[in-house]
């Protein structure tokens, strides 16, 4: 069945410098892809919407300008948490929505992002 | 917002049925009505999806109210890996979770 590639797994970096992760859809074009942040025992945040070719649309409350989001190919978003800082220490998953709402959504594994 | 809700947990014994519901009032005639489940520390993983009929696979079972408001999960016989955190979700434009409901099974 088709895959979505979600990587760093797990990342720590220091407080200041920027952490790249990316999230590719394996065997199928991804038109759309979702980003969402989960703190523990928490539902997941609903962060951006991306769609290739175009901008990102955020959610109220996401600043556009620390967390940059490329949607430049059908396979391939990537979302940069810029200037971390140890709030931003979180859960983060993408996901892969198919052309049709009668096929299901795919999500990457996660990034576990802890900033020092 | 969410456009669904959930209980925020349930408990069943290993081996029997279980019936996880779902209220989705606002839902509109061409929304998708899709169930994910969610290990710790894992992405969210597909479980079932309908539209209007009751629909069944070999993880569980949908059922849908007639009127589409309300739907639910029915895991025929609970084992301890299906112990997570269950959402269901309208799929529509936006894919917002909500809360979702945590399933605790027992030995």
């Known amino acids: 069945g088709a895959v979505v590639s979600q990587h760093p797994s797990r990342v720590i970096c220091k407080s200041g410098t920027s952490v790249k992760i990316e999230c590719r859809s394996l065997?199928?074009?991804?038109?759309?892809m979702f980003w969402y942040r989960q703190f523990p025992k928490q539902s997941l945040m609903l962060m951006a919407t991306s769609n290739e070719g175009s901008k990102a649309t955020y959610e109220q409350g996401v600043e556009k300008d620390k967390f940059l989001i490329n949607h430049a190919s059908l396979t391939l978003s990537t979302l940069t948490v810029t200037s971390a800082h140890p709030e931003d220490s979180s859960f983060y998953i993408c996901?892969?929505?198919?052309?049709?709402?009668?096929?299901?959504?795919?999500f990457g594994s996660g990034t576990q992002l802890s900033v020092l | 917002d969410a456009k669904t809700t959930q209980p925020n947990s349930m408990e069943s014994n290993e081996e029997e049925p279980v019936h996880l519901p779902c209220n989705h009032s606002?839902?509109?005639?061409?929304?998708?009505i899709h169930w994910y489940r969610q290990l710790p520390s894992q992405g969210p993983e597909y479980v079932i999806h309908g539209l209007t009929s009751n629909v069944n696979n070999r993880m569980a079972s949908l059922a849908i109210a007639e009127d589409r408001k309300s739907s639910t999960l029915i895991l025929h016989r609970a084992t301890l890996r299906d112990a997570a955190v269950y959402y269901c979700i309208l799929f529509t434009n936006d894919m917002r979770f909500g809360a979702g409901t945590r399933l605790t099974v027992k030995p």
């Open positions: 606002t839902i509109s005639g061409t929304d998708y």
């Open positions: 065997d199928f074009q991804a038109t759309t």
């Open positions: 996901s892969a929505k198919p052309g049709h709402p009668n096929e299901k959504l795919f």
